[in-house]
T-cell receptor, first 109, second 113 residues
Framework: SQKIEQNSEALNIQEGKTATLTCNYT??????LQWYRQDPGRGPVFLLL?????KEKRKERLKVTFDTTLKQSLFHITASQPADSATYLC????????FGAGTTVTVRA | DVKVTQSSRYLVKRTGEKVFLECVQD?????MFWYRQDPGLGLRLIYF???????EKGDIPEGYSVSREKKERFSLILESASTNQTSMYLC????????????FGSGTRLTVV
């Protein structure tokens, strides 16, 4: 069956450092992969979409890579700030998305 | 600012009640989705709709139905609420096409007692 796995451990990092989150998937051949941010008690917010033929995509301090051979996406938050503290979800699919369980990031001042 | 509005933030219902969760979007999006989110399980797709009056089952449709009579509104119905349907329910919409992200509502936290 299809499976999406994200870092099971929460990530605690110092302000200014780079946070790196992992999304691994099995039994998928997605053409697109998306990343979302979710704050406690709120709905997820779309951040980035990367296509299978794009190796890397950037948006401000965010960088996403997509390796279809490894079946893995990496999500980087550079120069992290306390305001980046949230849960980050990866999602796969085309007309309907399947989501990972998320990785919670806490950035310490 | 584009919006997906869910009618209630918190709901408490009794076992066996029929429950309606309403979702309205103001973006003229064709696609709408209902997910539930539970700790450790992530978001699971209940139902989705490509367009008005169209609906398809997601991964966990049992115990739920949906209605989409107008493009902007997508309702989730719990036919006979049970305690295992206690969850956070999230509605989302999207333009037609896989290149677009979802816009989610703020969620409805439903407790069935």
């Amino acid at each position: 069956s299809q499976k999406i796995e994200q870092n099971s451990e929460a990530l605690n990092i110092q302000e200014g450092k780079t946070a790196t989150l992992t999304c691994n998937y099995t039994n998928y051949s997605p053409a697109y992969l998306q990343w979302y941010r979710q704050d406690p008690g709120r709905g997820p917010v779309f951040l980035l979409l990367i296509r299978e033929n794009e190796k890397e995509k950037r948006k401000e301090r965010l960088k996403v890579t997509f390796d279809t051979t490894l079946k893995q996406s990496l999500f980087h938050i550079t120069a992290s700030q306390p305001a980046d503290s949230a849960t980050y979800l990866c999602a796969l699919g085309d007309y309907k998305l399947s989501f990972g369980a998320g990785t919670t990031v806490t950035v310490r001042a | 600012d584009v919006k997906v509005t869910q009618s209630s933030r918190y709901l408490v219902k009794r076992t066996g009640e029929k429950v309606f969760l309403e979702c309205v979007q103001d973006m003229d999006h064709e696609n709408m989705f209902w997910y539930r989110q539970d700790p450790g399980l992530g978001l699971r797709l209940i139902y989705f709709s490509y367009d008005v009056k169209m609906k398809e089952k997601g991964d966990i449709p049992e115990g739920y139905s949906v209605s989409r009579e107008k493009k902007e509104r997508f309702s989730l119905i719990l036919e006979s609420a049970s305690t295992n349907q206690t969850s956070m329910y999230l509605c989302a919409s999207r333009e037609q096409g896989a290149l677009y992200g979802y816009t989610f509502g703020s969620g409805t936290r439903l407790t069935v007692v």
